[in-house]
């Protein structure tokens, strides 16, 4: 892999001006015009990936980020960008693409930038396996979040210690494939840190709680403005996911 961009890739120095969420009562961008556009939901880990991913890549420039509103879907994103009405999805060179394993993929083959895959044969077999792995652990995160009581540690605690383990595999760095973050960090992280954030808020459960390496992954993670920048205020991030279990906070 190149050498780790810290500052999220191309120099990318300054705050990039994100765009406003747009609704049922919005116009659409101007589709098919030969801009490439990346749309996102503020609060989507799965979307947050390829979004970070654009970042670290440098090309906020290339990739137009389009914010839909998933509760209130205008009607031209089902109709005329994507019917699924998923995000993330990629307008680029007039097609759709959706899903963000496959995007993070499809962004290392089609753009410039710091490749997001090694081409160390070690680290990419081990990238396939925690790839491969990923489904499973938002599973166990998922079913810990609806869980009761102190079952949580047991029911997330086997994927945490995996993750921990992971972390200790390459020691030329603190990410999950060594030096420098990859698509296996982008795939993982705004999941661990969301739940991570939920379960401290809702269960008193400290998930890097005697996992050294976890904790100080999420420290150097967010070190990096290309992922950092992608987490707005988190506060909004913790009542969306107090929503998705049914709980509600204020938000101030
Ligand atoms: N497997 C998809 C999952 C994408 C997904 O489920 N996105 C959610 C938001 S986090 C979505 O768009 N849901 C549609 C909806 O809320 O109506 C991926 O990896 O991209």
């Known amino acids: 892999m190149s050498s780790p961009p810290t500052s999220g890739g191309a120099n990318k120095t300054q705050e990039e001006v994100l765009p406003p969420t747009l609704g049922s ?21 799965y979307a947050q990936r390829v979004w970070v991913a654009r970042n670290y890549k440098g090309l906020q420039d290339q990739i137009e980020l389009v914010a839909i509103d998933l509760q209130d879907k205008p009607a031209w994103f089902l109709e005329k960008v994507f019917p699924a009405g998923k995000v993330p999805v990629l307008e680029h060179n007039g097609k759709v693409i959706g899903e963000s394993l496959d995007l993070l993929r499809y ?125 707005g205020d988190r506060r909004v991030q913790l009542a969306a996911m107090m929503k998705k279990f049914g709980l509600e906070i204020p938000v101030a």
């Open 25 to 45: 009562n919005s116009h659409p961008p101007n589709l098919f015009d030969g801009t490439t556009r990346l749309y996102i939901s503020y609060i989507c880990p």
């Open 107 to 231: 962004l290392d083959a089609n753009f410039e930038g710091p490749k997001l895959l090694p081409d160390d044969p070690a680290k990419q077999a081990f990238a396939d396996e925690l790839i491969h792995d990923s489904d499973s652990v938002i599973v166990a995160l998922f079913k810990a979040g609806r869980a009761e009581g102190d079952t949580i540690s047991d029911l997330v605690g086997p994927a945490l210690d995996k993750i921990e383990e992971s972390l200790g595999r390459f020691s030329d760095g603190p990410f999950l494939l060594g030096q420098s973050m990859s698509a296996v960090d982008i795939m993982y992280a705004p999941f661990v840190e969301r739940f991570k954030d939920f379960f401290a808020a809702v269960k008193h459960y400290d998930m890097t709680e005697e996992r050294p390496k976890l904790k100080a992954w999420i420290e150097e993670l967010n070190k990096i403005d290309a992922y950092a920048a992608t987490w």
